[in-house]
Nanobody, 119 residues
Framework: QVQLVESGGGLVQAGGSLRLSCAAS????????MGWFRQAPGKEREFVAR????????SYADSLKGRFTISRDAAKNTVYLQMNSLKPEDTAVYYC????????????WGQGTQVTVSS
């Protein structure tokens, strides 16, 4: 059974940084990608970033390039999202997801972690 456990969320002031972690277990992920999504109150869930387990190719939402960085530690089966220069509009629940290749369809979701950026 696949499990995704996110951590690292919290309250931070605008301009600050946070690093989210997503520990994955339950299968081999080498033929998948791992993604981060977020959902703000009253808004639809949106794509943030993704990384392929094999090769490490990354992709980002255009609006977040330069501030957010996704990475992985294959030995720990963990994916990270480094978020810098945070803005109040980054406030959301952040979700980790397993994405099937090549479609990037999400097959598993984590439980989410709250990120709140105060002004």
């Amino acid at each position: 059974q696949v499990q995704l456990v996110e951590s690292g969320g919290g309250l931070v002031q605008a301009g600050g940084s946070l690093r989210l972690s997503c520990a994955a277990s339950g299968r081999t992920f080498s033929s998948y990608a791992m993604g981060w999504f977020r959902q703000a109150p009253g808004k639809e869930r949106e794509f943030v970033a993704r990384i392929r387990w094999s090769g490490g190719m990354t992709s980002y939402a255009d609006s977040l390039k330069g501030r957010f960085t996704i990475s992985r530690d294959a030995a720990k089966n963990t994916v990270y999202l480094q978020m810098n220069s945070l803005k109040p509009e980054d406030t959301a629940v952040y979700y980790c997801a397993v994405q099937r290749l090549p479609s990037y369809d999400v097959t598993y979701w984590g439980q989410g972690t709250q990120v709140t950026v105060s002004s």
